[in-house]
């Protein structure tokens, strides 16, 4: 199986729990953004692209841009953004300060990282990619599946243990082996498969050693 590319690695991460709203519109902080693409890729920079004369924002004697150079994973790839005002209209460049430019370039930043694949979705005023799509289609249907498993596996407690009682067992033993690889004595309200899997058979061992007894 080939290994994924950055691409299909960041457009594959779910977002929705970093996004903040402002003027009714969703977006990712610049600071979440650079928190999980250098969790993946450690060795990841990014600057301002500056002018010939060194300024760090671009002009036509109207408005101004940012433009930001971002490398993952050993790719590079630059982006482009107006600096804006709070209510996302350019700003004159008359009235640009330092301030504008620093947001501007962190925002240029985000939209750069989207050419990689980092909430992407958004820009196409979508919260989730396709990929995150699929992933929680899996994970509701694996969820289901739990689900089910579980729901099968405590009427088989509540069944096994009901015979065991019909059977001549005390009740208050066959609920304090539950209780105890269970930590509650209602079956129905363990939630782990694996202790359910595991009270099973140790109520089948109490039931085989209780006829061995007689």
């Known amino acids: 199986m080939s290994e994924k590319t950055t691409f299909e690695t960041l457009s594959a991460i ?35 692209v500056k002018t010939e004369d060194g300024c760090i924002y671009h002009t036509d004697g ?61 820009w196409n005023g979508e919260e989730l990619s396709d990929a995150v799509k699929q992933q929680r289609k899996k994970k509701t249907e694996e969820e289901k599946e739990s689900e089910a498993t579980i729901k099968n596996l405590q009427a088989e407690i509540v069944s096994t243990a009901k015979k065991m009682i019909d059977g001549g067992i005390d009740s208050t033993t066959i609920y304090a082996k539950i209780e105890e690889i269970g930590g509650k004595k209602n079956p129905n309200s363990i939630k782990d498969i694996e202790k359910c899997q595991e009270i099973i058979e140790a109520l089948k061992e109490m039931k085989e050693s209780t006829k061995s007894g007689k």
């Open 14 to 48: 779910d977002i929705t729990g970093k996004l903040k709203e402002k003027n009714k519109m969703k977006y990712l902080p610049w600071s979440s953004c650079w928190q999980i693409v250098k969790s993946i890729y450690p060795n990841s920079t990014y600057s301002p």
């Open 62 to 122: 109207k408005t101004c841009w940012v433009e930001t150079a971002l490398t993952i994973n050993g790719e590079t790839q630059n982006e482009t953004l107006a600096v804006m005002d709070f209510r996302n209209q350019s700003i004159k460049a008359e009235n640009i300060t330092s301030v504008d430019v620093n947001k501007s370039t962190k925002r240029c930043m985000v939209k750069n990282a989207a050419l990689f694949g980092l909430g992407l979705s958004l």
